[in-house]
């Protein structure tokens, strides 16, 4: 009985281990900032912060090895002009999780999901 015992405490310890490693690579997704209360704040939860995470500060696991899917900062490596930031998300960047959204969102949505863009990229500044 005793070499039976010992298997089940070994697999419980690798578990246990194994738990801990995963726990350990996923990213955490902040939980503090600031939700924009907002147009576009709607669109934005159910479109984007899948990957651009709550606050948009591009802390998911899908966003991870992308430099520019922080949202909630200065810096945008694809341009910052509204017009800019209007086409990265109508048309998408290309060879990255970002696909263009024209289609799939209304003109007006488009426009409101820019400024709410805009709007979380000023909280960083
Ligand atoms: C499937 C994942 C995914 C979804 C959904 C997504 N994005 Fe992105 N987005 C990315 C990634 C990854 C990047 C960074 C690309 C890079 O680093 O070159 C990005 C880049 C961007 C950029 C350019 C930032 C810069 O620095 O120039 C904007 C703006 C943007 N996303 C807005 C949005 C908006 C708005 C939505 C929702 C309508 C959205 N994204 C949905 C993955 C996603």
Redesign the pocket.
């Known amino acids: 009985m005793k070499p039976v015992r010992n298997l089940t405490i070994v697999a419980a310890a690798l578990a246990g281990l194994l738990t801990l490693a995963c726990q350990k690579e996923a990213p955490k997704a902040s939980t503090t900032g600031t939700a924009l209360d907002m147009p576009g704040q709607g669109?934005?939860f159910q479109?984007?912060a899948?990957?651009?995470g709550r606050f948009g500060k591009?802390d998911t696991m899908?966003?991870a090895n992308?430099?520019?899917?922080?949202?909630a900062d200065t810096?945008?490596?694809?341009?910052?002009s509204r017009d800019?930031?209007l086409k990265?998300?109508t048309d998408g960047?290309p060879?990255?999780?970002?696909?263009g959204?024209k289609g799939a969102?209304t003109d007006e949505e488009l426009s409101q999901?820019?400024d709410?863009?805009i709007a979380m990229a000023k909280q960083g500044e």
Do not use: D
């Not at 992308?66 to 949202?71: D, E, I, R, S, T």
């Not at 810096?75 to 910052?80: A, F, I, N, Q, W």
């Open positions: 669109v934005y479109q984007c899948i990957c651009h591009g899908i966003a992308y430099p520019w899917a922080n949202l810096k945008y490596g694809h341009g910052s800019e930031i990265n998300i960047i060879q990255t999780p970002m696909r959204f969102l999901i820019t709410y863009v």
